[in-house]
């Protein structure tokens, strides 16, 4: 199988330490990413749970651990649903990658996704972020909105 990867970038008018906060604060991260709260500690190897309430109980719809932790450029987790139909083993969890960097007044942010090759039900999986071209478009745009409104 060829590597599957996604890949998406956009340029926010702030600074990488607002677009920063947007990738780690809860309050912010539910407003994108589908109503979920991001909950860490963020120390390697820590758990990355992403928490939301359906029918008046907290779920746990994706978990991951934290790989690389460099506030206002660098944040790698790994990935997998919270209750996998496959082993919550490493093989099976897959990659986000996100970078920040500044230019000037503008923050370009580029999100990747990797481990689709290797991961259970990867092409599924890997369909399914790809979104029909669109990968992390979408919620880049709902990260671009959230932080300029703030600034």
């Not at 809860?26 to 928490?51: H, I, N, R």
């Not at 999100?111 to 979408?138: L, S």
């Amino acid at each position: 199988m060829n590597q599957l990867l996604v890949k998406n970038s956009i340029t926010i008018n702030a600074s990488a330490e607002e677009v920063w906060d947007a990738l780690v604060n809860p309050e912010k991260t539910a407003q994108y990413m589908f109503g979920c709260k991001v909950d860490s500690d963020w120390q390697q190897g820590s758990p990355v749970l992403w928490k939301m309430l359906y029918e008046g109980q907290e779920i746990v719809p994706v978990k991951g651990n934290l790989l690389v932790y460099q506030p206002y450029s660098l944040l790698k987790y790994t990935v997998i649903e919270g209750n996998p139909s496959y082993p919550d083993i490493p093989e099976n969890h897959l990659n986000v990658i996100y970078e920040l960097e500044e230019q000037g007044e503008q923050t370009v942010l580029s999100v990747m996704q990797d481990g689709f090759e290797t991961a259970a039900d990867g092409e599924r999986r890997y369909n399914d972020v790809y979104n029909n071209g669109d990968g992390w478009n979408p919620i880049l745009t709902q990260i671009k909105g959230i932080v300029e409104s703030a600034s």
